[in-house]
């Protein structure tokens, strides 16, 4: 049986390392940088180092992780409780500036990341260890798990003429890293070289996922409510590149998705034949926000039966295929804007290569896809074993 993960926030308080002594803190958090007890973080290092914690940092969402959707920015404010400034890394800057820095010696960052490549908290974390290595600061990653496992590692790498705030290094979509394993990646890998140091969890295993951690799941950003929701991620966040709804404006964002025109009986029958793991079952739902709002969608939910056999990745493109096989006429891929790029198609950005997109539309068989990106994903899981702080 499982024992309790302890997070590195948790470790930071109960045996703080001695470099943190007399240095001005920093801390980049939101609503789900919390303990067991729910306590957050900012509460728990300002009482533990009193007079230390000079100023905080929010990713994309906001500090509070209000913000619902993509390219909705926060504003820096004053922290009421502490009298601390929070400086928004998803406003007029995605990067720390060296007067947000002067605040501070070393920044801590207990980010929750959800184990995908275009969920935006790893390049903020990315920019904060620039930041550190140009203003010659430290950072500290306080670890948490990878909600959906840290053995599997599934799809293309990101090529780099596709580079953007949802993919800034060429990763696959489902990395299997910790937030401290993909910060250590990132710094060498591609030569960052900051004054990092991770204070790693203990009994977290790389087999685990979230319910086994016997942790609280707090959302980390609005529509990722519930682990499961972090499980169909990496394959369902594609939809945000169409004109199909991601099921965002619903109670089961990511886990639902539709449009008013899909034939939902020939895709479910069609698409149950290669997709292990979930079943999808056909929904009706109406969004109150975002695409579609206020209409009617027909689609699917997926519900994951095996966590271990399903791949969401695959699903998802082989859904996007059938959708354009039998709803070509309604479908149609979102034009720019996506995540601050104005020219390339958000599909693009989101799948990192035009080329994919461009063999789905040709139909190409998804398996077949899949066997092309196998020497560099391979490559990749050698590299990154390299950053694995767990066994």
């Not at 993919?167 to 710094?187: A, D, K, Q, V, Y």
């Amino acid at each position: 049986m499982n024992e309790k993960v302890i997070t590195g926030l948790e470790s930071l308080i109960e045996n703080p390392p001695d470099y943190l002594t007399g240095k001005r803190l920093g801390l980049l958090a939101n609503p789900a940088s919390v303990n067991s007890n729910f306590e957050h973080a900012s509460i728990l290092i300002n009482q533990r180092f009193p007079g230390q914690l000079k100023a905080l940092f929010s990713p994309q969402h906001g500090f509070y992780a209000e913000k619902q959707d993509n390219m909705i920015e926060s504003s820096s404010f004053k922290e009421p409780k502490l009298n601390l400034p929070v400086f928004s890394l998803y406003g007029e800057t995605r990067v720390p500036t060296k007067e947000m820095f002067d605040h501070i010696d070393m920044l801590l960052v207990d980010i929750q990341d959800v184990g995908t490549r275009v969920y935006t908290f790893i390049y903020t974390v990315s920019y904060c260890l620039e930041a550190a290595a140009k203003f010659n600061k430290q950072v500290v990653i306080l670890d948490r798990p990878n909600p959906i496992g840290g053995t599997q590692v599934e799809g293309n790498l990101l090529s780099r003429d596709y580079t953007s705030f949802v993919g800034r290094f060429p990763i696959p979509m489902r990395h299997g890293l910790t937030i401290g394993e993909i910060s250590l990646f990132f710094n060498t890998r591609f030569k960052i070289f900051a004054d990092l140091k991770i204070i790693p969890m203990k009994n977290w295993k790389r087999d685990m996922y979230w319910e086994d951690t016997k942790l609280p799941w707090i959302t980390p950003s609005p529509n990722l409510p519930t682990p499961q929701s972090c499980l169909v991620y990496p394959g369902q966040v594609i939809w945000e590149g169409t004109n199909i709804s991601e099921g965002r404006g619903t109670t089961l964002p990511f886990e639902q998705f539709g449009a008013p025109f899909l034939d939902t009986e020939k895709i479910k029958k069609k698409a149950e034949r290669y997709i292990s793991g979930a079943v999808l079952r056909c929904v009706n739902f109406e969004p109150t926000s975002g695409k579609w709002q206020g209409q009617l969608c027909k689609g699917f939910q997926i519900h994951v039966t095996s966590k271990q056999k399903f791949k969401p990745y695959y699903a998802s493109l082989l859904l996007l295929q059938l959708v354009i096989v039998h709803n070509g006429n309604e479908f149609e891929f979102k034009s720019p804007p996506y995540e601050y790029e104005y020219k390339k198609l958000p599909m693009d950005l989101i799948l990192g290569s035009k080329n994919l997109r461009e063999r789905i539309i040709e139909q190409k068989d998804i398996q077949f896809l899949e066997e092309q990106w196998q020497k560099n994903l391979a490559q990749f899981i050698t590299e990154s074993k390299k950053a694995h702080l767990y066994e």
